[in-house]
């Protein structure tokens, strides 16, 4: 039995849930969960009216929700209208007293952006039945149950996978069963949310608890790449890689997925794979514990634009303790979060990545050291397992860029990555170097098309 998960842009039609539906019909042969999305922009659209709800323009509210309500009956089939009538129903007085309220707590923030994945369940269990698939709809709040952080809210997995075992596992195997995303309760039963962009999340959790054979997220890309196709052209696709070579990928913005997300499932050595709704044919990228054996030492040059590094000097660091703790205690007053840092005995280089408080942290740290700054600069990264026992890699990644300038190094104690800072303008030629060097052959076991 698998785990399918199709986002918000799989479903946002009718025709796209029909695609979606032959890509079900002809993978869960031995069972599947299909966890869905809101259609499309759903959430954010519901988020949006609610907040002119809030605000006191209640007719402009009312008329955001009767679009969305037009849009779901147009894409979806007519076997549920009448249930998507009756949540509009619902939604629309629940605006209204928002409006006369004026206050939007994060506890009703939930219960309107769960209208999404409540409604796109519905519909796509009744297109499976349409297309003579025996699909039952299972309401995901009566089987995730969370704390009751809401927006932000954290599984209880014990009575989750209780449940999940329970109703969900017996009905996956003999056949479909149709789950929304993102939405779940508390153990009062009060609807709450796993955090935006958390139906992922949801088709972990599931597929632990019911102890799937695969995960799938569907999205639309072929899965992850030897180098980022915004910076170079004719990267190769990673056919599998570990947990913790995807989870460095996707902090480079390998929009991917957040490998967070799928921690559950990993902890309990389901593989998840990363596949396209628009090109099913491919295998996409598998993404495993442990990373099979590859002869290739690295999966993927990453890379971050728009870097700032800081340079902190200071005199007297010499025999000096506590300087790391002053420097690292501004960077957390003012909310910054660092990324790379390399320490010499009189200096410290840091990275950031978010320069909106660049000038209260250079004013800070100046009260005890000297600061400079350099913008535009860029993160390059090597990643993969086998950097750690491959002796020479540093040798053959600084061989390839030797006529470039590189301003910071960092090989971070898991080892898998080797990371290095140069001025954004020689970013490009740095990849493709590094590419050359570590892609001219790959093992055709690790990649492929
Ligand atoms: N619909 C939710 C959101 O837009 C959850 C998801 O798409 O994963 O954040
Ligand atoms: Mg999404």
Redesign the pocket.
């Known amino acids: 039995m698998i785990v399918m998960k199709f986002?918000?842009t799989s479903v946002e039609s009718a025709a796209a849930m029909n695609r979606v539906a032959d890509i079900v019909i002809a993978r869960a042969v031995s069972g599947a969960v299909v966890v869905v999305?809101?259609m499309g922009k759903?959430?954010?659209r519901l988020l949006h009216m609610a907040g002119v709800a809030v605000g006191g323009a209640r007719e402009t509210s009312l008329a955001l929700a009767e679009e969305l309500r037009q849009m779901h009956l147009e894409e979806t089939p007519e076997s549920v209208h009448e249930a998507i009538g009756s949540h509009f129903d619902e939604l629309v007085e629940l605006l209204k007293s928002l409006s006369v309220l004026g206050e939007f707590t994060p506890r009703t923030v939930d219960l309107i952006?769960s209208y999404?994945?409540r409604l796109s369940s519905l519909a796509f269990a009744a297109v499976l039945r349409q297309r003579g698939v025996p699909a039952v709809h299972i309401d995901a709040r009566e089987m995730i149950v969370t704390d009751s952080r809401h927006t932000l809210a954290a599984p209880n997995f014990a009575e989750t996978n209780a449940r999940l075992d329970a109703v969900v596992r017996p009905l996956a195997e003999a056949g479909v069963v149709v789950m929304g995303?993102?939405i779940a309760a508390t153990a009062e039963g009060v609807t709450s949310t796993l955090g935006?962009?958390?139906?992922?999340y949801t088709a972990a959790i599931v597929g632990a608890g019911v102890g799937a054979s695969e995960i799938q997220i569907w999205t639309d890309v072929d899965g992850m790449l030897t180098a980022d196709p915004r910076v170079i052209p004719g990267g190769h696709r990673i056919l599998v890689c570990s947990f913790a070579e995807a989870s460095e990928l996707a902090y480079f913005g390998a929009k991917v997925l957040h490998p967070a997300t799928v921690l559950p499932a990993i902890e309990q050595d389901i593989p998840v794979r990363i596949l396209n709704s628009r090109n099913p044919a491919s295998s996409g990228t598998l993404i495993v514990s442990d990373a099979p054996p590859s002869s290739n030492v690295a999966k993927s040059i990453a890379c971050k634009r728009q870097v700032t590094v800081v340079n902190v000097t200071s005199g007297r660091m010499f025999l000096a303790y506590g300087f790391l703790r002053k420097i690292f205690e501004i960077f957390d007053r003012f909310e910054t979060p660092v990324d790379m840092v390399s320490t010499s005995e009189v200096s410290v280089s840091l990275t950031i990545d978010n320069a909106a408080r660049l000038d209260q942290i250079v004013e800070a740290l100046g009260e005890f050291s000297s600061v400079s700054v350099e913008q535009n600069q860029a993160i390059v990264c090597i990643v993969g397992e086998n950097i750690r026992h491959t002796p020479g890699v540093a040798a053959r990644a600084f061989g390839a860029v030797a006529d470039i300038n590189i301003r910071m190094i960092s090989q971070g104690a898991s080892r898998l990555n080797l990371g290095f800072v140069v001025a954004e303008a020689d970013l490009t030629p740095s990849i493709q170097a590094l590419h050359r060097e570590f892609f001219s052959e790959v093992d055709p076991a690790t990649f492929g098309d």
């Open positions: 986002g918000g999305s809101a759903t959430t954010n952006s999404g994945e995303g993102f935006r962009g958390g139906s992922d």
